[in-house]
């Protein structure tokens, strides 16, 4: 359920194993929710602390690796254009940026330098430049970008290849577990499944919901069940692109994490070489379930905390000169709000769950499925694929 990446990715999987498979998507398209409202960019695998995230360690790595090559053999645009992090103050130098260099060792990432600010300065260096500030960064080299539209196409196709239909405009309305099947009610026909996954990003909690609720196994997703099952709240992602002023960098030019819950306000540099600035961090407040209350509008006056954070590695940009663009919203398992559990940190993972969670024969549902979504997908999908199998 859900044609995004991740969905596409492991129904491409599942086909390619010889599985029957059926590609449900409530949109008229393929990707038109998270998967298109992100950075589009392929990590490289450095943040993930592999023993509180062990799922996002493992898949950002492992799918680093599949995507350059699957982009490489299927002709999708993308360019390994690397990535500088930058400290602005000493302790960020000293502490943070080697923090962040054992944790890309521990998930088997060692292509990352430590490099200084004269380094950056240097035009003869790898690492030139000229125009951010910094007491001093990490060089991550296996950073890129991709066309993730191309990406989703190709997946689509191959898949269609290996024998799987993709049913657009078809909306999930519930389910129930029978004998050891999965009844979908879609369009108000049923559909019988040997195994349903629930790939639908900012819906899937909703979905597995309402299929656990007509299986009769959990009359509700809630405080007392999440250690089984968690449930999803939104953080709202607000991008802001660079006009009228010569694009800045061609690296890729991030802050240090944002411990409110993103990677900080980054620079991206398009396939097109246009320059965008984001995600910020915007918590959707607690009580909104449902992800079309949310207004996908950017407040332009969020630019004002844009031009600081930007400020603080590139000074050199001038007012005005950043216009509202898009936002993409996150699903998350935690929120702010909420009081801190000896379990939070846990939620900051991605989550599987598995009949071993609910109960339900042949249930899937993947939640939290955020950054590093996109770059961890095709590992995503192989992991699926081997536990349907």
């Known amino acids: 359920i859900g044609a995004g990446v991740i969905g596409l990715a492991v129904g491409r999987a599942l086909s390619k194993k010889g599985h029957e498979v059926l590609l449900l998507e409530q949109a008229t398209s393929i990707g038109s929710e998270t998967s298109s409202r992100n950075s589009e960019v392929i990590h490289a695998g450095i943040y993930y602390d592999r023993n509180v995230m062990p799922y996002k360690s493992k898949f950002c790595v492992e799918g680093k690796q599949l995507l350059y090559q699957y982009c ?39 292509d990352l ?6 380094d950056i300065n240097d035009p003869y260096s790898d690492v030139y430049e000229p125009n951010v500030k910094c007491t001093g960064a990490v060089y991550s080299p296996s950073t890129g970008i991709v066309d993730s539209h191309s990406l989703m196409q190709s997946m689509l196709a191959e898949a269609e290849e290996y024998g799987a239909t993709i049913a657009l405009n078809c909306r999930v309305e519930g389910g129930r577990s029978e004998d050891s099947n999965v009844i979908l009610t879609v369009d108000g026909e049923e559909i019988v499944c040997d195994n349903v996954i629930v790939c639908a990003g900012l819906h899937s909690h909703k979905i597995a919901s309402d299929i656990l609720l007509q299986s009769n196994q959990q009359s509700s997703i809630d405080v007392e069940n999440e250690a089984r099952i968690p449930r999803q709240y939104y953080a709202k992602g607000n991008y802001f692109v660079l006009q009228n002023q010569k694009q800045p960098f061609s690296k890729l030019i991030y802050p240090l994490p944002d411990p409110q819950g993103g990677l900080g306000v980054h620079a991206t540099i398009d396939l097109s070489r246009s320059t965008k600035f984001g995600p910020d961090v915007e918590w959707i407040d607690e009580t909104v379930t449902n992800p079309y209350d949310i207004d996908m509008n950017v407040d332009p006056n969020r630019a004002k905390s844009f031009y600081a954070a930007i400020r603080k590695y590139w000074p050199d940009l001038n007012d005005d ?55 961890s997908s095709l590992a995503f999908g192989n992991y699926m694929a081997k536990i349907i199998d």
Not at 75 to 99: E, H, N, S
Not at 113 to 118: A, F, I, N, P, Y
Not at 342 to 352: G, R, S, V, W, Y
Not at 363 to 369: E, M
């Open 72 to 110: 490489t053999d299927r002709d999708i645009p993308f360019k390994q254009c690397g990535k500088l992090l930058v400290a602005t103050d000493a302790d960020q130098r000293d502490i943070g940026l080697p923090k962040l260099v054992e944790y890309a060792k521990g998930n088997g990432v060692h």
């Open 321 to 375: 000169n950043l216009v509202a663009d898009y936002s993409g919203i996150r699903p998350k398992l935690w929120h702010p709000s909420r009081k801190q559990t000896k379990t939070d940190n846990a939620l900051k993972d991605f989550f599987i769950a598995t009949p071993m969670h609910h109960g339900v024969t042949g249930l899937h549902v993947l939640l939290g499925i955020e950054s590093p979504g996109l770059t």
């Open 113 to 118: 330098r430590l490099v200084s600010m004269e």
